[in-house]
């Protein structure tokens, strides 16, 4: 509040968005779920990167998706969590690589994939989710704006809406579509067949 105060004073004709007291105790609150899934997030990375820096063929694109899949439940990882999606993401890009790539672009997945290559991925995801959580909250509308295209890549080809807390979760809901899974043919772009096996 002290920040959005110095900010009015220096640029007076600048539009501030304000929030209440409420409104920060909740994003600190899911800043703080976020941390404690840092570590099982970093892992999960870790041990996918193999099965997903390279395309796989289309005889082989079921058993990547199971290992991405089984890789997250053994973490305790939500499958519609942005981390498990852009992995599957990178599952089934075009089998040609043509098109934007995004998910690729973020997590930049290679056969050694290190904490840190983890950590700035999920940098950007943790981006990407507090905007959505923060289009739940009860404030002025506000847009996104960043100079990262992979990123607005995966905000636009999952489309949240609909953001939501359910039992202290952020849930939203999501399009599966070609923007992000090319390769997924459209009878089976629904949310419960990409996320089952």
């Not at 796989?56 to 990882?77: F, M, Y």
């Not at 905007?131 to 990123?151: E, V, W």
């Not at 202290?168 to 090319?182: G, K, M, N, Q």
């Amino acid at each position: 509040m002290e920040a959005a105060e110095v900010i009015k004073a220096k640029f007076p004709n600048a539009k501030v968005t304000e929030f209440s007291n409420i409104q920060y105790q909740a994003a600190y609150e899911h800043v703080l779920r976020c941390s404690s899934r840092l570590e099982k997030e970093s892992k999960f990375l870790i041990s996918i990167g193999k099965t997903i820096c390279n395309r796989p063929s289309d005889k082989n694109l079921e058993a990547c998706k199971r290992v991405v899949l089984q890789t997250s439940d053994a973490l305790g990882l939500d499958r519609r969590s942005l981390v498990v999606l852009a992995a599957l993401s990178c599952v089934y890009e075009s089998r040609d690589g043509t098109g934007f790539l995004a998910s690729r672009k973020v997590l930049k997945p290679k056969s050694n994939y290190q904490e840190s290559d983890a950590f700035n991925a999920l940098s950007d995801l943790r981006a990407l989710e507090l905007f959505i959580a923060f289009s739940s909250i009860d404030a002025p509308k506000f847009h996104f704006c960043t100079s990262d295209r992979a990123l607005a890549g995966i905000w636009c080809g999952l489309n949240p809406r609909n953001v939501r807390w359910e039992n202290e979760v952020l849930t939203f809901d999501l399009s599966i579509d070609e923007a992000l899974f090319p390769s997924l043919p459209i009878e089976d772009r629904t949310e419960n067949v990409l996320l089952d096996y």
